[in-house]
């Protein structure tokens, strides 16, 4: 699997399980909803500091949403 | 700090371990030498494929690599 596709995954997932729209996300991590949108479809990759923005959204370490998304990449 | 130059830090002390020149890291990631020197001087930052490559060459995990970035810009 793809990286950018594996993180797009892991993104969803996590943006689901917090009950969050990709609008709230947006709001939530400064980003905004049609750039999470092609994330989510693993259509762009993140920058460091986009992955930073996210993980500050979800309330976890940068090195924990990256652990999730190797367990992803590696599961495929 | 930046993130940007936190992960410049890191990647530059992680290849002077490894007795690597920016050319040899290069070859080993696939990236150009010039892309790196702008890395370690936390002029341009790495997408997450850039983070896949560099912590490939380094023998790491990308969570790994994450964490110690993590560690130096709370450091500072």
Same mark, same amino acid.
């Given at each position: %699997? !793809? ?8 993104? &969803? &997932? #996590? &943006? +689901?399980? &917090? ?5 709230? #996300?947006?709001? !939530?991590?400064? #980003?905004?909803? @049609?750039?999470?949108?092609?994330? $989510? =479809?693993?259509?762009? !990759?993140?920058?460091? @500091? @986009? +992955?930073?923005?996210?993980? *500050?959204?979800?309330?976890? *370490? %940068?090195? $924990? #949403? +990256?652990? =999730?998304?190797?367990? $992803?990449?590696?599961?495929?």
């Amino acid at each position: %699997m !793809e990286i950018a596709v594996a993180f797009g995954l892991v993104i &969803r &997932r #996590l &943006r +689901i399980a &917090r009950d969050l729209t990709q609008e709230q #996300l947006g709001f !939530e991590s400064g #980003l905004r909803r @049609t750039f999470i949108s092609s994330l $989510e =479809l693993g259509q762009k !990759e993140p920058s460091l @500091t @986009t +992955i930073a923005k996210l993980s *500050n959204a979800f309330e976890i *370490n %940068m090195s $924990e #949403l +990256i652990s =999730l998304v190797e367990l $992803e990449k590696g599961e495929h």
